[in-house]
């Protein structure tokens, strides 16, 4: 029986994840916290890469089980399957993807997937915009791709909701004051 939290926080650029999985981290007791951002080749030989990354990640969260240790990821493979699904990759990784969230769902953990978005989409261009925000060089994120990911986001967690009872979905709106975001996750993860 699960005796730990897995808690993945998904959402595009500017919706808030490290400030909250930085929260989750440090507010939950016994948790690490992961950041994981993909791979970078976009080639179909990317995606084979992500695959296997994906496949010992998962082996990683098995073998994690039952050890009273919490993990809070920002990014895994929902990510790849989000970027696919917009078409900035060469390649589909659906297969890939159902196969994971296959095996991600019968791990012994309480398991929360978490998307954040705004609901004020205008928002996403002050937010990738503001001063000390991290560029990355293959990409240069704007609020129109934030807004496409956040659709593809949202459309993933209904799928995920509707096929696996088991698994904790929440979307959170990242819009409004952090003090009542934060209250929200501690009464949904029960913190």
Same mark, same amino acid.
Do not use: Q
């Given at each position: 029986m699960a005796n730990s939290k897995l808690i993945v926080v998904e959402g595009p650029q500017g919706a808030g994840k490290t400030t909250i999985t930085d929260f989750l981290r440090y507010s939950i007791s016994y948790t690490n916290l992961y950041r #994981?951002?993909?791979?970078?080749?976009?080639?179909?030989?990317?995606?084979?890469?992500?695959?296997?990354?994906?496949?010992?990640? #998962?082996?990683?969260?098995?073998?994690?089980?039952?050890?009273?240790?919490?993990?809070?990821?920002?990014?895994?493979?929902?990510?790849?399957?989000?970027?696919?699904?917009?078409?900035?990759?060469?390649?589909?990784?659906?297969?890939?993807?159902?196969?994971? #969230?296959?095996?991600?769902?019968?791990?012994?953990?309480?398991?929360?997937?978490?998307? #954040?978005?705004?609901?004020?989409?205008?928002?996403?261009?002050?937010?990738?915009?503001?001063?000390?925000?991290?560029?990355?060089?293959e990409s240069i994120y704007n609020a129109e791709n934030s807004i496409n990911q956040q659709r593809i986001y949202l459309k993933i967690a209904e799928e995920i909701k509707e096929k696996y009872p088991n698994i904790n979905v929440v979307n959170i709106a990242n819009d409004k004051d952090l003090n009542e975001v934060k209250e929200e996750l501690r009464k949904i993860i029960d913190f």
């Open positions: #994981l951002s993909g791979t970078s080749d976009s080639t179909t030989t990317g995606k084979k890469k992500a695959e296997e990354m994906y496949i010992d990640l #998962l082996e990683y969260m098995k073998k994690m089980e039952n050890k009273n240790i919490n993990m809070v990821f920002d990014r895994t493979f929902f990510t790849e399957e989000n970027y696919c699904r917009l078409g900035k990759k060469e390649y589909s990784f659906t297969d890939v993807y159902y196969k994971l #969230l296959e095996d991600f769902s019968k791990l012994d953990f309480e398991i929360y997937y978490i998307t #954040l978005y705004l609901k004020d989409e205008k928002l996403y261009s002050e937010r990738l915009n503001r001063e000390g925000k991290a560029i990355f060089k």
